[in-house]
């Protein structure tokens, strides 16, 4: 089997790539790549994301039909895709970081702030929060309710339909934090970044 | 509910593990590789390494330190000492940091903390702010707290956020290595204004100093001696704070 990690100048994918590496061991291999064909010929692919909503998708478009080739991959042949922090925001039709940017449209709803309540919370939100599991998805095989994963961010995912929502976390308000929709996962936080359970979820999506 | 963090912290020389008392006075102590994952498998929130005499020192050792923890630990790994440039941080960040605490270059090119965080993200971009008493304010002082600089330490924490930094790393250079615990006031000055999460560190002794570094409005506490030399581990730590009723992750 083969999991590609789209490399597009998204940010520091290092963490990313470490984690993988460490749970496929050798039974599964590992690409990295923005090549579209290593892409399309893939089992699974994972769209990692660090910096701006906008500098992501920018990056995304810079690399000439990988929008169209991820399109193809989650929405029309229906493989297996794990979005991880912005990637998982670029689901969305629109986010409003440094301005108002298109996401790939494959879950309708909205990025925005964070709403610190005047200021009476910390932007960004960073640390370990626990998660609330609010359906069986299956990246949360054998994870159990109020887990702690890491998190760092200032905006939040707000989708239309509720039923794509698999967790949220409690911060300022509930903050969406993984989405399921057939073949397609999310998770706000990094479970590359959030030890053994992380890895787990790491384990659970490669295993699918 | 976010969780306190309790951050470990390791000084590196020349791929070694270290500690200073008042930034002198090194003993060496062992591989920062097997320390992180120590702390790691303990609970530690984030580990973070400061590459002390990186400034005139071999530079690649740390490259490769980071390089070794960052496949051995996958919990998050701030790495700073000796960051100058856009390029020293997208090496480390390479390399598997996570994120890159920038300290006297902030200082002297306040635009290379716009340039990174624009370019990389906030999330990876600390500033690390080394103050001192000074009347009744404090003031900021660079290579590591060798020079002064005449600026006002809350000043300069407002224009870091205004800059893009993601957090503050605040160190007290009158508490660190005293063991006397921390700079509870300058702590709460800085974090109560700034809307950016602040890591206490500088002069843990005891766990209760913990426990007063998060009262103080921290976000984070950052430890090395206590930690090092094996006077509590993290998971006592923890456990002594959630007996406090200060939350954390356990």
């Given at each position: 089997m083969n999991v590609t990690i789209v490399d597009y100048n998204s940010g520091n994918i290092s963490s990313v790539?470490?984690?993988?590496?460490?749970?496929?061991?050798?039974?599964?291999?590992?690409?990295?790549?923005?090549?579209?064909?290593k892409i399309k010929s893939s089992d699974k692919v994972v769209l990692p994301g660090q910096g701006s909503f906008k500098s992501c998708v920018g990056a995304l478009k810079d690399i000439k039909g990988l929008v169209d080739t991820l399109n193809d991959f989650a929405i029309n042949n229906k493989k297996p895709l794990l979005g991880i922090c912005v990637g998982l925001q670029m689901f969305a039709d629109v986010g409003y970081e440094e301005k108002e940017t298109k996401g790939l449209g494959w879950i309708p709803g909205k990025v925005s702030i964070i709403d610190n309540q005047n200021r009476k919370y910390k932007?960004?939100?960073?640390g370990w929060n626990e998660i609330n599991i609010t359906k069986d998805s299956k990246i949360f095989k054998g994870i159990e309710n109020k887990s702690h994963m890491y998190f760092v961010h200032s905006y939040e995912f707000i989708p239309e339909d509720k039923n794509i929502i698999s967790a949220t976390t409690d911060y300022s308000s509930s903050i969406v934090c993984a989405v399921e929709k057939e073949n397609i996962f999310g998770t706000q936080f990094h479970p590359e970044k959030s030890d053994k359970i992380g890895l787990k979820i790491i384990n659970n999506f490669i295993n699918l | 509910m976010l969780k306190n963090r309790i951050i470990p912290c390791l000084d590196v020389k020349n791929g070694r593990v270290v500690k200073g008392i008042n930034f002198v006075d090194l003993k060496d102590a062992g591989d920062p590789v097997e320390q992180a994952k120590i702390y790691s498998d303990g609970g530690a929130d984030e580990i973070c390494f400061l590459d002390i005499t990186a400034s005139n020192e071999n530079r690649d050792t740390i490259?490769?330190?980071?390089?070794?923890?960052?496949?051995?630990?996958?919990?998050?790994?701030?790495?700073?000492g000796g960051v100058r440039s856009v390029e020293d941080i997208n090496k480390l960040l390479n390399c598997g940091a996570d994120k890159v605490s920038i300290n006297t270059a902030a200082v002297?090119?306040?635009?290379?903390?716009?340039?990174?965080?624009?370019?990389?993200?906030?999330?990876?971009?600390?500033?690390?702010?080394?103050?001192?008493?000074?009347g009744e304010s404090w003031e900021i002082f660079t290579h590591g707290g060798r020079n002064s600089t005449g600026i006002n330490a809350i000043e300069f924490a407002n224009k870091m956020e205004n800059c893009g930094a993601g957090e503050l790393l605040v160190t007290s250079m009158d508490k660190d290595g005293t063991q006397s615990g921390y700079d509870i006031k300058l702590m709460t000055t800085i974090s109560s204004n700034v809307n950016i999460p602040?890591?206490?560190?500088?002069?843990?002794?005891?766990?209760?100093?913990?426990?007063?570094?998060?009262?103080?409005?921290?976000?984070?506490?950052?430890?090395?001696?206590?930690?090092?030399?094996?006077?509590?581990?993290?998971?006592?730590?923890?456990?002594?704070?959630?007996?406090?009723?200060?939350?954390?992750?356990?």
């Open positions: 790539i470490n984690s993988f590496k460490e749970v496929a061991k050798d039974k599964v291999n590992i690409e990295v790549t923005s090549d579209l064909n932007l960004p939100h960073i | 490259y490769k330190v980071v390089e070794r923890t960052s496949k051995n630990c996958f919990v998050p790994l701030t790495v700073g002297q090119n306040p635009k290379l903390v716009e340039e990174s965080s624009k370019k990389f993200g906030s999330q990876c971009i600390v500033v690390a702010i080394d103050a001192k008493k000074n602040v890591i206490a560190s500088g002069g843990v002794g005891t766990l209760d100093h913990l426990a007063e570094g998060i009262k103080s409005g921290a976000s984070a506490v950052l430890a090395a001696s206590i930690f090092h030399y094996g006077s509590y581990s993290v998971a006592e730590a923890k456990q002594y704070l959630a007996s406090k009723d200060i939350p954390v992750r356990i």
